[in-house]
Structure formats: structure tokens, C-alpha cells
């Protein structure tokens, strides 16, 4: 009997397993309702079916925690309908041709109206007024402007999932999940939007199959059964009212749980311990309650019992709250005391102590490579307890630039700073101050990416990074900010963004020759070959650090560390200059980082100068053992300067980076040279462009007059192919 139980629960695990096959069968059936007549057994089958379904869903609505979660529930609410309008045609045929449609109709017919065609006609009345005017209606509407807020919010989501990307405190993987996300609950609330159609139209269907039922019913019960009229009225009334009860009150549940879905917020657990939570979470809102009713059982003319009843239940749970949470309240501080206390014991030894002083002495000359300091405000953005994840962020931007660029950021040490007003923070290279920001804590900083109009009410401001006109609002307008092309962002990730852009820029800075040593190293586990035919003979970890650092410098990533030593061991020979050697280097990898310059596969926009500027700038450079300049007059500077300058602003409002594209000979010195004044500008070599690259250019800096050469005024041109 055991076996044959567990055999039967794999059968039927095994049927549930094949949903398609469920699915394909359910629609069958109902199609099949439509042609084929069904029996009174049936029909009281497949009613009773209809009640369990739509009590079904209504169940696990409430235990869904997120709406797009049951993103099966538009196309079910639509095969339920149907299947509804079928069991509706179904009994009319019963009803029409045998006077008898099963017990179902006939008990709710009967005995839930006591055989009163006329209070069954008003219960079913009532009962489609609140599902179609009421219900459907308000469901249908939410669900439609969810979807068009949602669609709207689309395009803010996506650039805060990707800025969160690209400020590393989420990995790709996170950040697809993320994007799925979005997408299932646009797709949700657009599918619930159209489906809310469908309830309405059942709820009329309804009112017209059983006038139909009605009107025809009395026609064949006194023109073809030889019924009185009061005899056909009282049957077929009472039959066609309990067939519209027996279905109105299956698509009543499945409208009331359209309706809770779509007003549904996110939350941690089901819906009945979110709102049981929410409603008890103020006693004192429920002890005035409990007063209320209390003054009600007071007024003359009014029952005394019932209010008094209720006074006394409300007032017993409110008291009964309040005391729980002055219990937690005052928990709380004597758990922080036991934690904070020191332990009794025996005082230290004079050698521990004096331990204990040289390990003082130790932190005090200590320097730590990079640091975080944050004023008063920012500490709940690290603190666990305060729901501050700054730390695990943190540690995310590490593990992005070690990603990226192929080195391991040193641990960053983040501490307060008193010094610091309370929102504002630092942070600091080897204790030197290289950047600061100010952000507001339980706000949203709104960046005005789309360049809206639209002005929104908090705190005006500019994003620190990128100098984004933003401000700072508070959490109930970031439905308008997202709606208005605002890109809205936590105080949290702006912070982290600005550390992670502030490390990529001071890369250079962070890896030490200890870290390039663990590079190799690491290197030399797989090739050992390579690593012994360049140290110690040909460079020094020194060399390679230098080299390291000019590529880090300008943004490239050193992971391909192979290839990156294997072209320093070709050149080694050659120079030993670490600004040859990364010059050389970068021709090596540059079909790996010039396609990140490219505007389509294999094209670049840039700027190019004049072959005669460049000829006159390679006598200008200057090489030395351990540097590379360039020595330029003042005149030509300030011109070179000025011309780049409109350049970058034109190609930046075109959406483009600003890139300029000269010879190898005075690439290095010309980006040294220019660096201070224009730092986004990037500079490549026509030697690094793998053979497949092509330039439009998008200007040409021409000669200027003391060149010999006459100088126009210089307006983007149309762009212009040159061959790498």
C-alpha cells in the first residue's frame, strides 16, 4: 500500500512536471465547453473547479512578495475568463434545454437567495456593480498607470543600474539580473494593463448571458414546456440567477486579487505579515483608536455593547504593543553596555605593555596608500547595523579596477574625520588630500542627464565627477525626477562612484614595486621562461614598475601582462628607457585598447596636426635618461592650447571622446606637455591603430603664422577617412 501511495505521488509529480501538457489540456477542455454539451454531474464538477482556481490565486497573491514576481498572472487571468465564458455557455445549454444545470446552480439558485428570484437579482446586481465598478475599474486603472510610469522609468533604471556597473558596486552578473528585472516588470505591468480589458468585459458578459438566460428560459418554459408565466419566471429566474451568482463570485475573488496585485509594493515577506506589521508598528495610533470607540459606546442612541467590546480588544492589543516596544527600547542599551565593558582580569606585564607601545609607535609612522575620511552624518553609510553597506561597496571597486586595469588596490582605510563638516568627505593618497565631495544622507542626488527643463524641488547641486547638473530630493519625488529624464542615484553610489573614477585616474600611484613583484611572480607560475630571460638581466623591477605606471597613467590595463613583458624583453636590448619601452609596449596592445576609442568597428573620430606642426614639434622634444619632454614657445603653446581646447568642447557635445591622433615620435612628450591643463584628452599614435582602423577626422589643427602658414578659422569639418 506504501509503494503504491509513493508510486502514485510520482505520477502525479511527474504530470505537474509537464506543464506544457497541463497547459494545452486546460485550453482544450474550455474550448470544448463551448461546442460539446456537458452533464448536471459535470457542470457541478467544473463550477465547484471554478471557485478552487480563482481562491487559489487569491492565495498566492497574498503570498507573493514582489507584483512582476507572478508574471504568469495576466495570461492565467485571461484562460480563467475564458474558461468561465465557456462554463457560462455551458449551463445556458443546460438550463435552456433541460430546465436543469446541477446542484451548484440549483443551491445557489435556492438556498443562498431562499428561493427569491427578485433578492437574487439584486445580490447578483450588487455583486457585478462592485466587481465591474469598483474593482475592475480601479485595478485596471492602477495597472495602467503603473505601466506608463514604469515604461517612463525605464530609461533612468537602466543608466542607475549602469552607473552602479561602472562605479563597481555591482558585478555584471548583478547588474543583468537588474536589468531583467526591469524589463519582466514593464513587460508585467503592460501585460496587466491589457488584461484588466478582459475582467471588464467579463463582468458585462455576465449581465448579459444571464438576461438571455432569463428572457429565453421564460419563452421556452411557457411556450414549449407548458409552464404558467409566474411558473417559468420562478424556475428559469432563479436558475439563471444562480448560474450568474455561481460564476460572478469566482471572477468577484479573481478581480480582487488583480486589483491587490497591482497595488502591491515590493516587500521582504508575504503581504499579510507586511500589512500585519505596518498597522501594528504605531500603539499609539491604536490606544487613540480604542478612545475612539470607547466615545462612540458613549453617545446616546447608539449600542453601548458592540462599541464597548471593540474599546476594550483594541485597547488591550494597543497596550499590549506598546509595552513590547518599551522592552526592545530599553534592551538595547543594556546590550550595548555588556559589549562595550571590559572583562575583569589581572593588569597587563610591563613587557606587554611596553609590546604594546612599540606597536603604537608602529601605527604612528605608518602611512596608509589610500584612505577614505567621511564627516559626522556619513557614518550610518558604515555602519552594518544602520543598514550602511559602504564597506561592501568599497570592496567592490576594488575588485571592478583589479577587473579593469589588472592590479590589486591596497586595503583603503576608511575612518571619520571631525575636522570634516558632517556630510562632506575626502580622500586621500598617502595622506595627501586628492579629492573631496559633499553628499546628504537620506536623500537622492537626481542628475539632470537629459538636460530636462523640468526643475525639481531639494537641494541644487553638481555631480562630482562628471559635473552633471543634479539635486539632492527627497525618496517621494523620485518617481517625477525618473519621469523627467532624471538619472537618480543613492548618496551611497555617488560616493563610491567618485572613489572609483578618483582610483582609476591615481592607478599609477598605487602599484609599488612590492605589488609588480607579485605581478611577476604571478606571471612566472605559467611562463617561466619568459620572467628568466628578462630578470635580472635585461630590466629591473624598477624598469617594469615605470612601464607599468605609463600605461596605467593613460588608462590602460596591464592585465595582458605576458605580452606586456614580452615586448619589454624586445626592446630591452634596444633602450632601457622605461618611456621607450612603454611607448612600445602600447604598440604591442593597441588592437586591444584603441577599439575602446572607436565611435563603429574599425573607425575613429579624431583630431589630427598639421604635418608641419608635427615636424617642427619633433625637434622640440627632449629625451634624458630617466624623462621626455617637450620645449615649446610660449606663442605656439597658447595656440595649440586654445585649438585643442574648442576642439574637446565641440566633440564633447557631440557625445564623442576627445582623442587627438599624432606620430609616435612626439606622442608621449605632447600628452606630458598638455596633460595639466587638458587631462580628458586622449592621445594615441598612428603607430598603435591596428590595420583595420581608419581616422575621420573631425578637425585639423593647422599651422599658425609663425609656422608660415596662415591660420583659418577652423570649424569641425566634414569628416575625412585616412587609413591607419
Same mark, same amino acid.
Given at each position: 500500500?506504501?509503494?503504491?501511495?509513493?508510486?502514485?505521488?510520482?505520477?502525479?509529480?511527474?504530470?505537474?512536471?509537464?506543464?506544457?501538457?497541463?497547459?494545452?489540456?486546460?485550453?482544450?477542455?474550455?474550448?470544448?465547453?463551448?461546442?460539446?454539451?456537458?452533464?448536471?454531474?459535470?457542470?457541478?464538477?467544473?463550477?465547484?473547479?471554478?471557485?478552487?482556481?480563482?481562491?487559489?490565486?487569491?492565495?498566492?497573491?497574498?503570498?507573493?512578495?514582489?507584483?512582476?514576481?507572478?508574471?504568469?498572472?495576466?495570461?492565467?487571468?485571461?484562460?480563467?475568463?475564458?474558461?468561465?465564458?465557456?462554463?457560462?455557455?455551458?449551463?445556458?445549454?443546460?438550463?435552456?434545454?433541460?430546465?436543469?444545470?446541477?446542484?451548484?446552480?440549483?443551491?445557489?439558485?435556492?438556498?443562498?437567495?431562499?428561493?427569491?428570484?427578485?433578492?437574487?437579482?439584486?445580490?447578483?446586481?450588487?455583486?457585478?456593480?462592485?466587481?465591474?465598478?469598483?474593482?475592475?475599474?480601479?485595478?485596471?486603472?492602477?495597472?495602467?498607470?503603473?505601466?506608463?510610469?514604469?515604461?517612463?522609468?525605464?530609461?533612468?533604471?537602466?543608466?542607475?543600474?549602469?552607473?552602479?556597473?561602472?562605479?563597481?558596486?555591482?558585478?555584471?552578473?548583478?547588474?543583468?539580473?537588474?536589468?531583467?528585472?526591469?524589463?519582466?516588470?514593464?513587460?508585467?505591468?503592460?501585460?496587466?494593463?491589457?488584461?484588466?480589458?478582459?475582467?471588464?468585459?467579463?463582468?458585462?458578459?455576465?449581465?448579459?448571458?444571464?438576461?438571455?438566460?432569463?428572457?429565453?428560459?421564460?419563452?421556452?418554459?411557457?411556450?414549449?414546456?407548458?409552464?404558467?408565466?409566474?411558473?417559468?419566471?420562478?424556475? *428559469?429566474?432563479?436558475?439563471?440567477?444562480?448560474?450568474?451568482?455561481?460564476?460572478?463570485?469566482?471572477?468577484?475573488?479573481?478581480?480582487?486579487?488583480?486589483?491587490?496585485?497591482?497595488?502591491?509594493?515590493?516587500?521582504?515577506?508575504?503581504?499579510?505579515?507586511?500589512?500585519?506589521?505596518?498597522?501594528?508598528?504605531?500603539?499609539?495610533?491604536?490606544?487613540?483608536?480604542?478612545?475612539?470607540?470607547? *466615545?462612540?459606546?458613549?453617545?446616546?442612541?447608539?449600542?453601548?455593547?458592540?462599541?464597548?467590546?471593540?474599546?476594550?480588544?483594541?485597547?488591550?492589543?494597543?497596550?499590549?504593543?506598546?509595552?513590547?516596544?518599551?522592552?526592545?527600547?530599553?534592551?538595547?542599551?543594556?546590550?550595548?553596555?555588556?559589549?562595550?565593558?571590559?572583562?575583569?582580569?589581572?593588569?597587563?606585564?610591563?613587557?606587554?605593555?611596553?609590546?604594546?607601545?612599540?606597536?603604537?609607535?608602529?601605527?604612528?609612522?605608518?602611512?596608509?596608500?589610500?584612505?577614505?575620511?567621511?564627516?559626522?552624518?556619513?557614518?550610518?553609510?558604515?555602519?552594518?547595523?544602520?543598514?550602511?553597506?559602504?564597506?561592501?561597496?568599497?570592496?567592490?571597486?576594488?575588485?571592478?579596477?583589479?577587473?579593469?586595469?589588472?592590479?590589486?588596490?591596497?586595503?583603503?582605510?576608511?575612518?571619520?574625520?571631525?575636522?570634516?563638516?558632517?556630510?562632506?568627505?575626502?580622500?586621500?593618497?598617502?595622506?595627501?588630500?586628492?579629492?573631496?565631495?559633499?553628499?546628504?544622507?537620506?536623500?537622492?542626488?537626481?542628475?539632470?542627464?537629459?538636460?530636462?527643463?523640468?526643475?525639481?524641488?531639494?537641494?541644487?547641486?553638481?555631480?562630482?565627477?562628471?559635473?552633471?547638473?543634479?539635486?539632492?530630493?527627497?525618496?517621494?519625488?523620485?518617481?517625477?525626477?525618473?519621469?523627467?529624464?532624471?538619472?537618480?542615484?543613492?548618496?551611497?553610489?555617488?560616493?563610491?562612484?567618485?572613489?572609483?573614477?578618483?582610483?582609476?585616474?591615481?592607478?599609477?600611484?598605487?602599484?609599488?614595486?612590492?605589488?609588480?613583484?607579485?605581478?611577476?611572480?604571478?606571471?612566472?607560475?605559467?611562463?617561466?621562461?619568459?620572467?628568466?630571460?628578462?630578470?635580472?638581466?635585461?630590466?629591473?623591477?624598477?624598469?617594469?614598475?615605470?612601464?607599468?605606471?605609463?600605461?596605467?597613467?593613460?588608462?590602460?590595463?596591464?592585465?595582458?601582462?605576458?605580452?606586456?613583458?614580452?615586448?619589454?624583453?624586445?626592446?630591452?636590448?634596444?633602450?632601457?628607457?622605461?618611456?621607450?619601452?612603454?611607448?612600445?609596449?602600447?604598440?604591442?596592445?593597441?588592437?586591444?585598447?584603441?577599439?575602446?576609442?572607436?565611435?563603429?568597428?574599425?573607425?575613429?573620430?579624431?583630431?589630427?596636426?598639421?604635418?608641419?606642426?608635427?615636424?617642427?614639434?619633433?625637434?622640440?622634444?627632449?629625451?634624458?635618461?630617466?624623462?621626455?619632454?617637450?620645449?615649446?614657445?610660449?606663442?605656439?603653446?597658447?595656440?595649440?592650447?586654445?585649438?585643442?581646447?574648442?576642439?574637446?568642447?565641440?566633440?564633447?557635445?557631440?557625445?564623442?571622446?576627445?582623442?587627438?591622433?599624432?606620430?609616435?615620435?612626439?606622442?608621449?612628450?605632447?600628452?606630458?606637455?598638455?596633460?595639466?591643463?587638458?587631462?580628458?584628452?586622449?592621445?594615441?599614435?598612428?603607430?598603435?591603430?591596428?590595420?583595420?582602423?581608419?581616422?575621420?577626422?573631425?578637425?585639423?589643427?593647422?599651422?599658425?603664422?609663425?609656422?608660415?602658414?596662415?591660420?583659418?578659422?577652423?570649424?569641425?569639418?566634414?569628416?575625412?577617412?585616412?587609413?591607419?
Amino acid at each position: 500500500m506504501k509503494n503504491g501511495n509513493q508510486g502514485g505521488l510520482r505520477s502525479l509529480s511527474s504530470l505537474f512536471g509537464r506543464g506544457d501538457l497541463l497547459l494545452t489540456a486546460a485550453l482544450f477542455g474550455t474550448i470544448v465547453l463551448l461546442i460539446l454539451p456537458v452533464p448536471a454531474a459535470g457542470m457541478d464538477i467544473l463550477l465547484a473547479g471554478s471557485i478552487g482556481i480563482s481562491l487559489l490565486i487569491l492565495l498566492v497573491i497574498i503570498y507573493v512578495k514582489d507584483a512582476p514576481e507572478f508574471s504568469g498572472f495576466p495570461t492565467i487571468l485571461l484562460g480563467v475568463t475564458l474558461y468561465r465564458l465557456g462554463l457560462n455557455v455551458a449551463s445556458t445549454r443546460l438550463i435552456l434545454l433541460d430546465g436543469y444545470a446541477g446542484n451548484v446552480i440549483e443551491a445557489f439558485g435556492s438556498f443562498v437567495v431562499r428561493d427569491n428570484y427578485v433578492v437574487g437579482a439584486v445580490i447578483f446586481l450588487i455583486l457585478v456593480v462592485i466587481n465591474f465598478l469598483v474593482i475592475t475599474k480601479g485595478a485596471g486603472r492602477i495597472a495602467e498607470v503603473a505601466a506608463r510610469f514604469t515604461l517612463d522609468a525605464m530609461p533612468g533604471k537602466q543608466m542607475a543600474i549602469d552607473a552602479e556597473l561602472n562605479a563597481g558596486i555591482i558585478d555584471e552578473s548583478v547588474a543583468t539580473e537588474r536589468r531583467l528585472k526591469v524589463q519582466k516588470e514593464a513587460d508585467f505591468y503592460g501585460s496587466m494593463d491589457g488584461a484588466s480589458k478582459f475582467v471588464r468585459g467579463d463582468a458585462l458578459a455576465g449581465i448579459i448571458i444571464t438576461l438571455i438566460n432569463v428572457v429565453g428560459g421564460i419563452a421556452i418554459g411557457v411556450l414549449q414546456m407548458g409552464l404558467t408565466l409566474p411558473q417559468a419566471m420562478q424556475k *428559469f429566474t432563479l436558475l439563471s440567477i444562480g448560474d450568474g451568482l455561481v460564476t460572478q463570485i469566482p471572477a468577484l475573488i479573481v478581480s480582487l486579487s488583480a486589483g491587490i496585485l497591482v497595488t502591491r509594493t515590493s516587500a521582504a515577506d508575504d503581504l499579510g505579515s507586511h500589512i500585519t506589521r505596518q498597522l501594528t508598528s504605531y500603539p499609539r495610533a491604536i490606544l487613540i483608536l480604542a478612545v475612539m470607540m470607547l *466615545f462612540f459606546a458613549a453617545v446616546p442612541g447608539l449600542p453601548v455593547a458592540p462599541f464597548l467590546l471593540l474599546s476594550a480588544i483594541i485597547g488591550f492589543i494597543g497596550l499590549s504593543l506598546h509595552r513590547a516596544a518599551r522592552r526592545k527600547k530599553s534592551d538595547q542599551p543594556a546590550a550595548a553596555t555588556a559589549e562595550d565593558g571590559s572583562p575583569d582580569g589581572p593588569p597587563e606585564t610591563t613587557q606587554a605593555s611596553v609590546s604594546a607601545l612599540g606597536n603604537d609607535f608602529e601605527k604612528l609612522i605608518d602611512v596608509d596608500v589610500f584612505a577614505l575620511e567621511i564627516g559626522f552624518n556619513l557614518l550610518g553609510l558604515a555602519d552594518r547595523k544602520q543598514g550602511g553597506d559602504l564597506l561592501e561597496r568599497v570592496t567592490g571597486v576594488r575588485k571592478t579596477i583589479a577587473r579593469e586595469l589588472g592590479i590589486v588596490v591596497p586595503p583603503i582605510a576608511v575612518r571619520d574625520n571631525l575636522e570634516l563638516d558632517s556630510n562632506e568627505y575626502r580622500f586621500l593618497l598617502r595622506d595627501r588630500e586628492v579629492a573631496r565631495g559633499k553628499i546628504v544622507p537620506k536623500r537622492l542626488l537626481a542628475m539632470n542627464v537629459a538636460r530636462s527643463t523640468v526643475e525639481l524641488k531639494g537641494i541644487p547641486t553638481v555631480e562630482p565627477v562628471f559635473g552633471i547638473e543634479a539635486v539632492w530630493i527627497a525618496d517621494e519625488e523620485r518617481k517625477s525626477a525618473e519621469l523627467n529624464g532624471y538619472s537618480v542615484v543613492d548618496p551611497c553610489s555617488v560616493l563610491v562612484t567618485h572613489l572609483s573614477e578618483t582610483l582609476k585616474q591615481l592607478a599609477h600611484h598605487l602599484i609599488g614595486r612590492q605589488d609588480v613583484q607579485q605581478l611577476v611572480d604571478f606571471v612566472k607560475q605559467k611562463n617561466p621562461t619568459l620572467v628568466a630571460e628578462l630578470l635580472p638581466d635585461l630590466v629591473n623591477i624598477g624598469v617594469i614598475q615605470r612601464v607599468l605606471q605609463n600605461l596605467l597613467r593613460e588608462g590602460i590595463s596591464i592585465r595582458n601582462l605576458q605580452l606586456i613583458l614580452e615586448a619589454i624583453g624586445d626592446m630591452a636590448g634596444v633602450s632601457k628607457n622605461p618611456d621607450d619601452l612603454s611607448e612600445q609596449v602600447r604598440r604591442r596592445l593597441g588592437e586591444f585598447f584603441v577599439p575602446e576609442y572607436e565611435v563603429e568597428p574599425g573607425i575613429l573620430r579624431a583630431v589630427t596636426l598639421d604635418p608641419r606642426i608635427e615636424q617642427h614639434l619633433v625637434g622640440k622634444v627632449q629625451r634624458s635618461a630617466y624623462d621626455l619632454t617637450l620645449s615649446l614657445d610660449p606663442g605656439l603653446a597658447q595656440y595649440l592650447l586654445s585649438e585643442l581646447g574648442n576642439r574637446m568642447s565641440e566633440m564633447t557635445e557631440k557625445g564623442l571622446l576627445p582623442l587627438l591622433v599624432t606620430t609616435t615620435e612626439i606622442r608621449l612628450a605632447f600628452k606630458r606637455f598638455f596633460e595639466p591643463s587638458l587631462p580628458r584628452l586622449s592621445i594615441l599614435s598612428y603607430q598603435e591603430l591596428p590595420s583595420r582602423a581608419e581616422i575621420q577626422n573631425f578637425a585639423i589643427i593647422v599651422a599658425p603664422n609663425a609656422l608660415g602658414r596662415q591660420t583659418p578659422e577652423i570649424n569641425a569639418p566634414e569628416p575625412q577617412t585616412v587609413a591607419a
